[in-house]
Each structure stands twice: as structure tokens, then as C-alpha cells.
């Protein structure tokens, strides 16, 4: 069983930066791939971004390539996503999620625990 919590949201303009942070806890954090999505009012939840178990493997949705990185430090426990030049459209909760697969994945179903949310807001 893992418990993840996300940190790092906020309210920020067009164009800044921010850094999100998932701290997980229970069982071995290297155990897991671990997954960032979002979520916008009315939408489904879209895939952000996926690190496998030994941060050798990296996936990114279309819409943020290039502008965001995944990251996982397995020392602290904590996966992390580097958010550059958002836009408005970024505006969601994020969530982290933990499977127990080797490399992560595109699709919400495969991941076995998840965070509550932290809202990311970014002004025009």
C-alpha cells in the first residue's frame, strides 16, 4: 500500500514556472513507476507524464512535451514534475499516481494508488 500526497500547486502567470512535488509513503517507493495527470473542470483526466522504477524511462502527453519534466529522487521518496512556460490550458488539478508495473503508463487504469490533488491555476 502506498499513500502519495502532492504538494507545490499554486497560482501563477502565463509563462512562469512551478514545481510540483508527490511525497509517497509505505511500501519501497523504487517499487513503483510513477505517474503525473490533470484534470480540468468538465474534462477527463489527461496523462501528463511517466517515470519508470529507475527513472530510465520517460513519457510525456502531447500537450506538454517539451515544457515539463518528470523526475523521481527514490532516496527521498518523492517524484517530482518541472512545469516551464505554462499556459492557461495547463490550469487542472494534478495528480500523482504509483504502479506497480516496471515502466509507467499512459492510462489512468493501470496505476493502483493515487494523490488527492493539487490545484495548478495560471492566468492569461
Known amino acids: 500500500q502506498a499513500q502519495l500526497v502532492e504538494s507545490g500547486g499554486g497560482l501563477v502567470q502565463a509563462g512562469d514556472s512551478l514545481r510540483l512535488s508527490c511525497a509517497a509513503s509505505?511500501?519501497?517507493?523504487?517499487?513503483?513507476?510513477m505517474g503525473w495527470f490533470r484534470q480540468a473542470p468538465g474534462k477527463e483526466r489527461e496523462f501528463v507524464a511517466a517515470?519508470?522504477?529507475?527513472?530510465?524511462?520517460?513519457y510525456y502527453g502531447d500537450s506538454v512535451k517539451g515544457r515539463f519534466t518528470i523526475s523521481r529522487d527514490n532516496a527521498k521518496n518523492t517524484v517530482y514534475l518541472q512545469m516551464n512556460s505554462l499556459k492557461p490550458e495547463d490550469t487542472a488539478v494534478y495528480y500523482c499516481?504509483?504502479?506497480?508495473?516496471?515502466?509507467?503508463?499512459?492510462?489512468?487504469?493501470?496505476?493502483?494508488?493515487w494523490g488527492q490533488g493539487t490545484q495548478v491555476t495560471v492566468s492569461s
Open positions: 517515470i519508470s522504477r529507475n527513472a530510465f524511462n520517460t
Open positions: 499516481a504509483a504502479t506497480s508495473g516496471l515502466l509507467g503508463s499512459r492510462e489512468p487504469s493501470v496505476y493502483d494508488y
Open positions: 509505505g511500501r519501497t517507493f523504487s517499487g513503483y513507476a
